[in-house]
């Protein structure tokens, strides 16, 4: 069974930072491409970035370039988001989604999110 | 202002036929980019419906099918139910953005 289980998620003031984690378990974890999504408070869902398998290509929305970089060890199953430079519109819950291929195409599975407020 | 399009809201009675359109531009959709589709229940994780523009999961009723033609593809809803009742979501990729899109969201009310 397929099973994504994220954290990290907490409260940061703006500027400030943010690691989330997302750790797999069910399948092979390097054979597939990972992303974050996220969704503010009543809002629709918003690609982040993305991640091939083996973590050589990297893809970011223009909202987070520059500001967060995503990461993943193969060896402990974990996908990983820096977020730095907090804005009061990144508030919003996270989810880790597992990619149907190597590289980014669409999501066959999703956690159950991580809320990350950026509030003064 | 989301790059593919759906409309807000969409509602039908227990055992109608819903569609709702995810309408985008020659940057995504309309250069041939795959479409797929998900199903968020209230309080929850999205989940995969549809993939490759009209392909089911397993697991997923027969009575969800997706179609694509041009710069716009549709999600179908047959026989419906009240745990049908939920936010829909198409997903895209956009060369303009080099990035992974959605539409902003239909949410389906079941009278």
């Known amino acids: 069974e397929v099973q994504l289980v994220e954290s990290g998620g907490g409260l940061a003031q703006p500027g400030g930072s943010l690691r989330l984690s997302c750790v797999a378990s069910?399948?092979?974890?390097?054979?597939?491409?990972m992303s974050w999504v996220r969704q503010a408070p009543g809002k629709g869902l918003e690609w982040v970035s993305g991640?091939?398998?083996?973590?050589?290509?990297?893809y970011y929305a223009d909202s987070v370039k520059g500001r967060f970089t995503i990461s993943r060890d193969n060896s402990r199953n974990t996908l990983y988001l820096q977020m730095s430079s907090l804005r009061l519109e990144d508030t919003a819950v996270y989810y880790c989604?597992?990619?149907?291929?190597?590289?980014?195409?669409?999501?066959?599975?999703w956690g159950q999110g991580t809320l990350a407020a950026v509030s003064s | 202002q989301s790059v593919l399009t759906q409309p807000p809201s969409v509602s039908g009675a227990p055992g109608q036929r819903v569609t709702i359109s995810c309408t985008g531009s020659?940057?995504?959709?309309?250069?041939?980019?795959?479409v797929h589709w998900y199903q968020q229940l209230p309080r929850t994780a999205p989940k995969l419906l549809i993939y490759?523009?009209?392909n089911r999961p397993s697991g997923v009723p027969d009575r969800f099918s997706g179609s694509k033609s041009g710069t716009s593809a549709s999600l179908a809803i047959t026989g419906l139910q009240a745990e049908d009742e939920a936010d829909y979501y198409c997903?895209?990729?956009?060369?303009?953005?080099?990035?992974?899109?959605f539409g902003g969201g239909t949410k389906l009310t079941v009278l």
């Open positions: 069910g399948f092979t974890f390097s054979s597939y491409a």
């Open positions: 020659s940057s995504n959709i309309g250069a041939g980019y795959d």
């Open positions: 989604a597992k990619d149907w291929a190597v590289t980014p195409y669409f999501f066959d599975y």
């Open positions: 490759g523009d009209t």
């Open positions: 997903q895209s990729y956009d060369s303009s953005l080099s990035g992974w899109v």
């Open positions: 991640i091939s398998g083996s973590g050589g290509s990297t």
